[in-house]
């Protein structure tokens, strides 16, 4: 495995919000969410579904679920993962997270676009809109061909970030 593409591939990862008006196909589709079960879970219980909405009405009703959805509206595929609380209460939402990234990424890897979209505001109607009942929607996912090449927004500074432990 080359190291270096591997972090160039996830220093150049972006936050796409702008899509071309063009599907993905499901292979690509059925690749990444591949990718997303070797995500790293708490106790390894993989907690998580992936819902895969096409529907382009559910679509739209999902981007006016709050302001920040609006990317949504123009992205041909909206990717849900859904975890289930009962499987693992502590750390669902952070096994939720590791797989929403390691989408991210995949997509990235294969030229794809998205933007991670927030949920947890919003559970209750996320759940009537996808009929889910114990299962706590953790991220939504706009994913597409990019039609934006967005530059890297602002990142802290290391030496703001780092902290050295002395023993
Ligand atoms: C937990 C989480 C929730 C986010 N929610 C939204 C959102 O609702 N709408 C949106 O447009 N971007 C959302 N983002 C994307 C962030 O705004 C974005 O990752 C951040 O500005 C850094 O930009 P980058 O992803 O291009 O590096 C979210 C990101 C995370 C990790």
């Known amino acids: 495995m080359e190291?270096?593409?591997?972090?160039?591939?996830?220093?150049?990862?972006r936050s796409v919000r702008k899509f071309r008006d063009v599907p993905v196909p499901d292979d690509l589709v059925r690749?990444?969410?591949d990718v997303a079960r070797y995500a790293p879970s708490a106790k390894n219980r993989q907690p998580w579904r992936f819902f895969v909405v096409r529907d382009?009405?559910?679509i739209r009703i999902l981007s006016s679920i709050h302001r920040w959805a609006k990317p949504?509206?123009?992205a041909p595929l909206c990717l849900v993962v859904v975890c289930d609380r009962r499987e693992a209460p502590i750390s669902y939402q952070l096994d939720g997270a590791n797989a929403t990234i390691y989408i991210m990424l995949a997509a990235h890897a294969l030229g794809l676009g998205s933007v991670w979209i927030q949920t947890l505001r919003d559970i209750p109607k996320i759940q009537r809109i996808l009929h889910l009942e114990e299962e706590i929607p953790v991220s939504m996912i706009a994913l597409g061909w990019p039609a934006e090449s967005p530059s890297p927004p602002p990142r802290k500074e290391l030496k703001d970030l780092l902290v050295e432990v002395d023993g």
């Open 56 to 58: 382009r009405s559910l």
């Open 31 to 33: 690749r990444i969410l």
């Open 72 to 74: 949504l509206e123009r």
């Open 3 to 13: 190291l270096e593409p591997c972090l160039e591939l996830l220093l150049t990862r």
